[in-house]
């Protein structure tokens, strides 16, 4: 049984790591997406996973929040096993996960409406919530429009709405920024950041830098289906004047061919 402890809004959470995972293997055919790895993501933080194009950050997001068997290793959250007890882990998680799929001809409110009722609230609950949560993320006015009918930002915003209305311990988001306007990413970071400063996780991957530099106070670093870094943003920074460059150094990308053997391109001469 993990410690108890009370976080800041005086709700009881773990002391237990976030995210506990080692030796995690993934293997597709002759493709190692994930090799091994060891990742202590800590409670209370506000987490970017971070990696170039094939690094392995969705095939390990959805193998930690138990969408996808692992090959080999173990995964906690807040203190469960995601395989020998997911009832138990599922209640304490939200997912965002990549290449949301949604009941495509509910309305945004129906939506949420029977993810609530799937989680347990009670049907008053889900209205509150389900209003408050349309409200702030800007989808009042399209609450009664069915999902097939949403833009790319505004199925975020839903899938977002969607994985918080139980109140999750730890949220895991998949490039939850993409296709997202500034006006609507100004507010789900607005969302998250008050989420986190409550006690709760937010574990999220991305390959923006400065959002990530600017929202995470943890980073962990991924490239071919390994850990090249993890721990508080300031350590694996360095020296490094931005996260950025860090990155570029972490993940083997200083003085690659930017394109200048491109010698033909330049809209000029065909
Ligand atoms: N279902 C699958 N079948 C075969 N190969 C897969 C599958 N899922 C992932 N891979 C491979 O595993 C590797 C890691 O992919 P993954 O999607 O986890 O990377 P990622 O870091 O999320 O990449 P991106 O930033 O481009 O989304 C890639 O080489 C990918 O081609």
Partial sequence: MPDQTVDRAGGARTASPAVHVEGLWKRFGEQIAVAGIDLT???GSFIGLVGPNGAGKTTTLSMVTGLLRPDQGRVQVAGHDV????VEVKSRIGVLPEGLRLFERLSGRELLAYNGRLRGLPGDEVDKRAG??????DLAGAQHKLVVDYSTGMRKKIGLAAALLHNPEVLFLDEPFEGVDPVSAQTIRGVLERYTASGATVVFSSHVM???ESLCDWVAVMAA???RAQGPLAEV?????SLQAAFLELVGAQGRDNGESLDWLGGGAR
């Fill in 132 to 137: 408050q949560l349309l409200d702030v993320l």
């Fill in 237 to 241: 920074r360095g020296a490094a004047p």
């Fill in 41 to 43: 993501l800590p409670a």
């Fill in 210 to 212: 400065e959002l990530v």
């Fill in 225 to 227: 289906g390994t850990i």
């Fill in 83 to 86: 395989w020998h007890d997911p």
